[in-house]
Nanobody, 115 residues
Framework: QVQLVEAGGGLVQAGGSLRLSCAAS????????MGWYRQAPGKQRELVAVISSGGITRYVDSVKGRFTISGDNAKKTVYLQMNSLKPEDTAVYYC?????????WGQGTQVTVSS
């Protein structure tokens, strides 16, 4: 059974940094891409950043230049370095892994940025 375990969320002041990590356990084959989504209260879940198996990254415009995604398909881990955090970054952040057959989600980790 595949599980995605996230860590690294918390409370930080505006302008601060956090690093999220996500580690997958269990049998998982043919990872296409790994990414991070977030959902703020009353809003839809949105893609924050994604990294393909070939290392190509994509970010939502609001985090470009501030967030960096990295990953290791062999180790089934993905990270999100978040710098210059803003109150509008406050949300539950979810790890996401897509394989050829399935999509997996983590349980979510809360990130709160105070002004």
């Amino acid at each position: 059974q595949v599980q995605l375990v996230e860590a690294g969320g918390g409370l930080v002041q505006a302008g601060g940094s956090l690093r999220l990590s996500c580690a997958a356990s269990g049998r998982m084959f043919n990872i296409n891409d790994m990414g991070w989504y977030r959902q703020a209260p009353g809003k839809q879940r949105e893609l924050v950043a994604v990294i393909s198996s070939g290392g190509i990254t994509r970010y939502v415009d609001s985090v470009k230049g501030r967030f960096t995604i990295s990953g290791d398909n062999a180790k089934k881990t993905v990270y999100l370095q978040m710098n210059s955090l803003k109150p509008e970054d406050t949300a539950v952040y979810y790890c996401n892994v897509k394989t050829g057959a399935r999509v997996y989600w983590g349980q979510g980790t809360q990130v709160t940025v105070s002004s």
